[in-house]
C-alpha cells in the first residue's frame, strides 16, 4: 500500500512563490525515483520535474525558477517554485515510481497563479 498526499498549493499572483509538499506512506520511498507533474488541461499529466536519489530533470518552461528535493527520512519530496507565471496554473500531481516500475499517484494540489 502506498499512499502519496499533496499540499501547499493556493493562490498566488505572477512573480510569487509557492512550496509543494509530497508525503508517502510505506517503505518504498527512498528507493523509488519522484516526480511532479501538471494537469493544465483536459487529462493529460505532463512532467515539471523528476528527482532519483542521483539526479534532477526539469521540463525547460521551469528551469531555473524550480526546484525540487526529497527528504528520504521524512518520506517527502518538494517543489519550490519562484517567479510563478500565468502558464504554471494547473493541477500538480505527485508520483512515485517504485523499484520494480510501479506508478502510484497522488490526488493533486490546485495551483492558480493570477495576472
Known amino acids: 500500500q502506498v499512499q502519496l498526499v499533496e499540499s501547499g498549493g493556493g493562490l498566488v499572483q505572477a512573480g510569487g512563490s509557492l512550496r509543494l509538499s509530497c508525503v508517502a506512506s510505506g517503505s518504498l520511498f527512498s528507493r523509488s525515483v519522484m516526480g511532479w507533474y501538471r494537469q493544465t488541461s483536459g487529462i493529460q499529466r505532463d512532467l515539471v520535474a523528476r528527482i532519483s536519489n542521483g539526479a534532477t530533470t526539469y521540463t525547460d518552461s521551469v528551469k531555473a525558477r524550480f526546484t525540487i528535493t526529497r527528504d528520504n527520512v521524512m518520506s517527502t519530496v518538494y517543489l519550490q517554485m519562484n517567479t510563478l507565471k500565468p502558464e504554471d496554473t494547473g493541477v500538480y500531481y505527485c508520483?512515485?515510481?517504485?523499484?520494480?516500475?510501479?506508478?502510484?499517484w497522488g490526488k493533486g494540489t490546485l495551483v492558480t497563479v493570477s495576472s
Open positions: 508520483k512515485m515510481t517504485s523499484p520494480n516500475g510501479m506508478d502510484y
